[in-house]
């Protein structure tokens, strides 16, 4: 580049002077001129306003007028000013030059450029110019006697940046200088005014309950405090800290049952409804507060419709409820999770933190009797959770067990290879102190919202009666006890007594012997004592197998009938059972002394073949229920992914990866399939618009989509496949494999 080319610059004061109040090129070859406001500064004032004036005048032509067209008046001042000003910044700001506008032609432009410069240099020698400088001064006369010049006029100061303030500034750190807020007695004006107003906002949204905070109102700060007002800042960062940091002992965990505790005042909500406050507990029971202090609506999510919707549909419609698992069987599940993650602080009910490797206890006793020796000792049972894997498990303790030996706990082994859908797996067994006494202690599977037969058939909980027994439900007991014992059999072993509190009902009609195992060991505690305590705890079992089934299904089966005569023999009370004769002679067979399991096992065959088919069928609802939530979580590793791709803060400065750039597609899809509005704004809230969207991205289908940026300024056609691809690969970015 020749410096001669840009001769036509040197008279053009430099722009970077103007802005920056120097030019760093400017001994670096920049063409434009930097001595200019060196002498203007030196300039008297009085010169450099008649300069002004006289320069800025000469923006008319003689015959007021300018441009091509030669209709722009002299009474347009302001904009002629403007114009030229415009025109100015394009031929100082190094950008396109004079020659290039396309508004107005050659000459005049070229004019304009050179009159523009005069506005600063004043020095022009060039005849054209001294031509239209004679010309301009009538112009100035007229320009000046205008009324429009008041608001905006050529004796309208001009922009000049003080070069020697800016050049004072030092860029070093240090000598920055400090913000020193405004003396006490100010403190009602901004800004520490509206700091206070911040801070009063901040803690009024994020509900802080700082007293410090509280005692300084907005507003009314103490006009003779001579505290820093960002003291309250302090103050409330502390407060914010102390709020938003998570600290695991007292982030607060969802327990419904602990809604009780701690009880000082109810009150009412707006909807209508009442929760409980609970006062602040210290230590471990803040992990226990409730927090959810509503009751959970497990229909929440996807309600069944109203019955006259349902019964009035056609077979193509569908409802939001069909495309999701059975909403009895969620709620089922749900309440099953919700029992399975209650927790208790082991302060409120003086239990150990860990009892060997469990922790976490809770009781799970629905009607414990501290009097109820179901096996010669006092029994509780506990919901825990291993530190080993992590899983939920039931613990039962028998209180004060005199084990003498570790030798008694062995036949457990045994035990723990039954593997029986009708037994409750037991896992471990040991005996401890953590509870302060000589504790037995079995750990086996567990099962949440389980009730004994006794439970789910005599008594009554809140939410809950009990359930009628039918012959079907005996027959089920019947043969799933049977299987029990025949498969305790196989491994060598013996039920045990048959207790109506040791059998528990896991799912609907689904039973389970819970504490297989104990009599065993009891047994041969028992062995172990001295022959005085043996007495004491003897109890006899010589029952057959068969015989405790029968004794256990007919006392359930008298409970739905009422008997004529009061008697113990079951030849007596069988045929005034309300039952099939088939059932009758079943259970009479259990209580015949020659009875064996096999024939019995013909003899119940039928019904075991109707048993069978009701668990398959159970097995395909399942499966069905099971396959639409497979869908779902297809769906739902979609919406990650693509969550996972868009809006990603740290790409926020990149433009290239959402907002603007290859994935903006993603984004608008995202705004297609999930904040589209109707035609008076409101949202759309259209499940199944979703999830015909979705299902079309994830397959990636041919069909193009229309997508639209909120502000309507873009528009794209895609096809699903595009965008598909768009999505896996951003995703594989994401991941670092492309
Ligand atoms: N493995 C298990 N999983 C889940 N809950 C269980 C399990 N075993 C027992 N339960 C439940 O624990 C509670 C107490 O059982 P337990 O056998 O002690 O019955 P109980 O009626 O209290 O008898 P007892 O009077 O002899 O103590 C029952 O509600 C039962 O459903």
Redesign the pocket.
Known sequence: MSSSQYDWAKNIPCRNIQIHGFCKFEHKGCSYNHDIFQKNALASQPEATTTSTTTATVTTPSNGTIGSSGSVSTGASTSLMLSSSKLLNSVTGHSTPITTSSSLDKPNTLKLGLLNSKLFSNNLSNNNTTTTSTTTTTSLNDLTSSPTTKKFNLDSPAFTPTSNKFSTISPSLDTIPTFVPSPAGKLEQSPVNENATIASTLRNTLNIDNPAIESKPTGTLSPNTTESPFADFSSLKASLSKTNSFNPSTAPVFTPKAASVNVVNDIINPMGQTFINTQHPTGEDLFYQTTNLYPVNYLLYAPPPPPHVELNKNPNERTVDDLFISSKLREYLQMKNEESLKSISNNELDLPSHVGQYHSLYP??????YN?K?FGYT?V?YKCMSNENGKLY?MRRLQNVPISSPSVLKCIKKWKKVDCANC?KVIDVFTTRAFNDNSLILI????PM???L??NHFMSFPGKNPDLITEDSLWNYTIQLLNAITEIHKVGLTIGPLDS??I?ITNKGRIRL??IGINNILDDVKEMLPEDAKAKNEIKDEDSELLKLGKLILFLAKSTTYLKTATDDPFEIIPQLKFTNVFKKMLAYLFTKDATIERFQELVAPMILKLANGLQNSCDYMESNLMSELENARLVRLFAKLDFISERPEAVKDGSWSETGERYPIKLFKDYVFHQVDDNGNPVVDLTHVINCLNKLDAGVDENVLLVSPDEMTCLIMSYKDLKELVNKSFLKLLGKE
Request: net charge negative; proline share 0%.
């Open positions: 799970i006793d629905h009607n414990f009797d109820s179901s029994s049972v039931a409750v086996y599977d567990y099962y389980s009730l004994t006794m439970e509190s040791k528990i819970s504490s």
